[in-house]
C-alpha cells in the first residue's frame, strides 16, 4: 500500500505571481523538433511531468530532461506534479530509445532523471546504467548528467546507477530539515546527505536543488548549505516553487530575485563551487554549465 500525504485542499485564494516569474510560451523549430522527437520515442521528459516553466526556452534551444522508468512515481510528495501509484512494469528496450533520440536531437549535454520505483529491489538502477551507457556509445561527444532519487540506502543500486561515466550526478534535497516531513514524507533529511556524501566518495561531481518559498528561514538556508558542503557537494540550485495544483502545497512566499542573488554570493561563501540561483531556475536549468565546475 503506497501512503500518500494529506494535503489540505487549499481554501484561500492563491498569491498573484509577481512580474519576474512570467515565462515565454514555447514556439520555434527547435521546440517542435524536440517535441515531435519525444513524441516519437514515446519518451516522458520531466518537462511535461513535473510542469517545468522553463519547458519553453529549454525546448526551443533543443535540449530536453528525460525521465525513464515511466511517469508514474511510487511516492506522493507533496510538491511535486509527476502522477502517484503503482507504476507499469518497466520497459527494457527504453535506454536504447532514450539514447536513440538525444542522438537525433545532437544535444552536447543530456540530463536524465526517473521517477522513483520504490518496487524494485534494485530501485531501477540497472535501467539507469544502461541508459547512460547506451547515450554514451551512440553519442559519445555528449556530457551527461543524471538527476537520481532516493535510493532508501540501497547503497549497491546507487553504485550501479553512477557508474556509466556520467560527468555530474546529481541529487535533490528539495528543502530544509525543518520541512522534510511535510515536503518529502517517504525521504528523510539526513539519508538524502548521506547519499549524496556517497556519491562525491564514489568520486562523481555532485549537485543537488533546493526550492525556497515554503516557509523556511534564511538561517534554515545556511544550514543546508553547510551541510551540503560538508558532504562535498559542488554544485547548487536554487528556486521558487510553485504550487502545481491547489491539492500541493501552497506557496508561503515568493521569492525576489535580489534575495536569490544574494542567497548564490551566500553558497560559495560557504564553499559551493557553483550557485545557480533565480526564481525560475530547475534543477537542470543551465545544466550544461554545471560539467566542468
Excluded at 114 to 143: F, M
Excluded at 190 to 198: D, M, T
Excluded at 262 to 272: A, F, I, P, S, T
Aim: glycine share 8%; net charge positive.
Amino acid at each position: 500500500m503506497i501512503e500518500l500525504p494529506v494535503v489540505e485542499e487549499n481554501k484561500s485564494p492563491r498569491r498573484k505571481k509577481p512580474d519576474w516569474l512570467r515565462v515565454k510560451l514555447p514556439i520555434g523549430k527547435e521546440y517542435q523538433k524536440v517535441r515531435g522527437l519525444v513524441d516519437k520515442y514515446k519518451l516522458h521528459t520531466i518537462c511535461e511531468s513535473g510542469n517545468c516553466p522553463n519547458m519553453g526556452e529549454c525546448w526551443g534551444a533543443g535540449t530536453a530532461t528525460f525521465m525513464i522508468l515511466g511517469n508514474v512515481c511510487t511516492r506522493g510528495c507533496s510538491f511535486c506534479a509527476v502522477a502517484t501509484g503503482r507504476p507499469p512494469e518497466y520497459d527494457e528496450e527504453e535506454p536504447q530509445r532514450v539514447a536513440e533520440a538525444i542522438a537525433k536531437m545532437g544535444v552536447k549535454h543530456a540530463v536524465i532523471t526517473s521517477v522513483n520505483r520504490d518496487e524494485l529491489k534494485d530501485r531501477g538502477a540497472e535501467i539507469w546504467y544502461q541508459t547512460v551507457a547506451w547515450t554514451k556509445k551512440l553519442s559519445p561527444e555528449t556530457t551527461i548528467e543524471t538527476l537520481i532519487p532516493d535510493v532508501k540506502g540501497n547503497w549497491d543500486a546507487l553504485y550501479r546507477m553512477i557508474s556509466a561515466g556520467q560527468e555530474v550526478v546529481s541529487h535533490n534535497m528539495e528543502t530544509v530539515e525543518r520541512l522534510y516531513r511535510r515536503v518529502r514524507p517517504q525521504a528523510k533529511y539526513h539519508r538524502s546527505l548521506e547519499q549524496l556524501q556517497k556519491m562525491k566518495e564514489h568520486g562523481c561531481r555532485t549537485k543537488s536543488g533546493i526550492m525556497l518559498g515554503l516557509g523556511e528561514t534564511d538561517d534554515e538556508i545556511f544550514k543546508a548549505m553547510d551541510d551540503l558542503v560538508g558532504r562535498g557537494l559542488d554544485i547548487l540550485t536554487l528556486g521558487q516553487y510553485l504550487q502545481p495544483t491547489k491539492l500541493h502545497l501552497e506557496v508561503m512566499e515568493y521569492i525576489h530575485p535580489d534575495k536569490f542573488a544574494m542567497l548564490r554570493e551566500e553558497g560559495l561563501k560557504r564553499g559551493l563551487k557553483y550557485v545557480e540561483s533565480g526564481p525560475l531556475v530547475r534543477s537542470s536549468y543551465h545544466a550544461e554549465r554545471h560539467v566542468n565546475v
